[in-house]
Nanobody, 119 residues
């Protein structure tokens, strides 16, 4: 069974930075999509950043220029570097790993890590 374990969340002041990590048990190569989602109370879970196997990335408009997603295949880890954090970035952040080449699609989620931006 694949497990995703996130870490790196915490409390930070506006303008600060955090780096989230997501370690995937087993090989990360099986997943052609890795992403970070977030969910705050009363809101739907939204895609923050995604990276496909070829390295192409995409970002929500609200985080473009501030967040960077990357993957280290050797460490089976995906990162989310978050800079210039804003109050509205407060949410639980979830790591997602997806293998769409299989039928059915394999789709795994981490347990979530809390990010709180507050002065």
């Amino acid at each position: 069974q694949v497990q995703l374990v996130e870490s790196g969340g915490g409390l930070v002041q506006p303008g600060g930075s955090l780096r989230l990590s997501c370690v995937v048990s087993g090989s990360i190569f099986r997943f052609n999509f890795m992403g970070w989602y977030r969910q705050s109370p009363g809101k739907v879970r939204e895609l923050v950043a995604g990276i496909i196997g070829g390295g192409r990335t995409n970002y929500a408009d609200s985080v473009k220029g501030r967040f960077t997603i990357s993957r280290d295949n050797a460490k089976n880890t995906v990162y989310l570097q978050m800079n210039s954090l804003k109050l509205e970035d407060t949410a639980v952040y979830y790591c997602n790993a997806r293998a769409t080449q299989y039928v059915p699609t394999e789709d795994y989620w981490g347990q979530g890590t809390q990010v709180t931006v507050s002065s």
